[in-house]
């Protein structure tokens, strides 16, 4: 019996991904456990194992595609000793895998059954690839395909944005939002009240794009369609201030001690294939002293429920990364109980698989609270959005020289400003306070952080 291969939820809100790459073909004989799939999700690639045993008799979604829903069919597996032809043929009616036996996790406000139904519509990766009126073939993914015939598209008019010029999902988007020329049999065949209807189905949430784009003289700019990681931070984003009534608190902290601290501790570091086990930086030190401080104010180390408050019993410190079209915020795991050093080399590989994209949802999901450090980008302070479902986030800014007042006299510091934003359903402005002043102990006083 063919065996079916679903678009796998690879974190609890995904809805859809990208299939960046196949990494077997028709033909091949796979494994259980073997790595046969590279997805993007809107935050990272990942590798997706085969869970049965037998052979690919057919890739129904084509590497490249986007936007295949969670469920989607994208392959077919023959079990031993069936014909490729027959299980090929009989995609999608086979029972499913294995993998589909439990219920993906659900998504943000989206039923598991309404992503179910979709599971057919990658099939049209059989079809040919659209003919323009000239004769010549246009490349394009099987849903740039099914989009443009929807929206009634001509896809020899769209400019193609992927790999040699093939027209995609968000470029058929894009098109539909600027307008684009329908395909002539959709236009004669389609009555005027049906085809204003497509565009409008397709068109974004928000302020429309031609409300927007009135705005502007034409041929003044160009336009970018959003990707999937800039979608999911727009909807988080407007969803945290929507729902959380954000105050801010903000406090000055000396680095003289922690400045000297970090130096000593660095030329101390054991050399290992002739470099230091570990280097030290400034953000490292915030991290443990972020972590030291939740672990001290434990009524502030929480989640907001409707119905309970959530009262973490260890400080997983959330730390955003800037990485190409967004940012990710990888997660430093009880990191109240762990040595500067291992924080510090614990962060450098997660911020580097950040920007690679690389990093597996575990790695970026929950945590109990974050840290944003806009310091080396010359920000003094600044104020940063709480996400959910944190209940604090920390805007660290710049550490500069400063005059301050010591004794009653004039002095020169290090200082460095930093504002805590925070959910007041749960953390009220003394709780914040208090939470500020046990950070801003550590890091007046860091040799507490070694003890």
């Known amino acids: 019996m063919p065996i079916n291969i679903t678009m796998p939820a690879l974190s609890p809100t995904m809805e859809e991904g990208n299939l960046s790459k196949w990494l077997v073909k028709e033909g091949d004989t796979v494994k259980s456990g073997d790595v046969i799939a ?47 032809a027959a299980a090929a043929s009989g995609a999608g009616s086979a ?3 294995k993998a589909e036996a439990a219920p993906a996790p659900k998504a943000e406000a989206v039923p598991a059954k309404a992503e179910a139904a979709p599971a057919a519509a990658p099939a049209p990766a059989a079809a040919p690839a659209a003919v323009s009126s000239s ?15 929807e929206a009634g598209i001509d ?15 968000s470029d058929v988007e894009a098109a539909v ?28 949430k928000g302020a429309s794009d031609d409300a927007v784009l009135k705005l502007f003289e034409p041929g003044s700019y160009e336009l970018v369609p959003h990707d999937g990681m800039r979608k999911t931070i727009a909807r988080r984003l407007v969803e945290s201030k929507q729902t959380i009534p954000h105050f801010y608190v903000s406090v000055d902290c000396e680095l003289d001690a922690l400045m000297a601290l970090r130096a000593q501790l660095n030329d101390a570091a054991p050399r290992k294939d002739n470099a230091p086990a570990y280097k030290l930086s400034v953000n490292d030190m915030v991290i443990k002293a972020m972590a030291l401080a939740l672990r001290d104010v434990p009524d502030a180390n929480v989640s907001w429920t409707d119905s309970n408050m959530v009262k973490h019993k260890h400080a997983d410190v959330g730390v955003a990364v800037s990485i190409p079209g967004g940012l990710i915020t990888p997660i430093i795991r009880k990191a109240e109980q762990k040595t500067l050093s291992v924080i510090s080399n614990e962060m450098r590989d997660l911020g580097k698989r950040a920007k690679d994209r690389k990093l597996k949802p575990e790695e970026y999901q929950g945590g109990t609270s974050s840290v944003s450090n806009m310091g080396m980008m010359g920000v003094k302070n600044f104020a940063a959005v709480v996400n959910p479902p944190h209940a604090t986030i920390l805007a660290v800014g710049a550490g500069e020289q400063r005059v301050v007042v010591k004794n009653g006299e004039m002095a020169i510091a290090t200082v460095m400003s930093v504002t805590l934003s925070t959910d007041h359903r749960c953390v009220d ?14 890091i007046e006083n860091p040799m507490g952080m070694l003890v």
Do not use: H
Not at 429 to 442: I, P, S, V
């Open 95 to 97: 029972a499913p895998a």
């Open 429 to 442: 402005g003394a709780l914040g306070a208090e939470l500020l002043q046990a950070f801003k102990g550590y």
């Open 38 to 84: 590279e997805i993007e999700t809107d935050k990272a690639t990942m590798e997706v194992e085969a869970v049965d045993e037998g052979t690919v008799a057919k890739l129904v979604v084509a590497a490249g595609t986007e936007g295949v829903k969670v469920n989607a069919l994208i392959a077919v597996l023959a079990a031993d000793g069936e014909d490729l």
């Open 155 to 169: 896809l020899s008019a769209v400019a193609g944005s992927g790999p040699y010029g093939r027209v995609v999902k």
């Open 177 to 204: 939002a600027g307008g684009g020329k329908a395909a002539p049999a959709a236009a004669a065949a389609a009555s005027a009240p049906q085809a204003a209807a497509a565009p409008a189905a397709a068109a974004p």
């Open 135 to 149: 004769g010549n073939r246009t490349f394009s993914s099987p849903l740039a395909r099914r989009l443009a015939k």
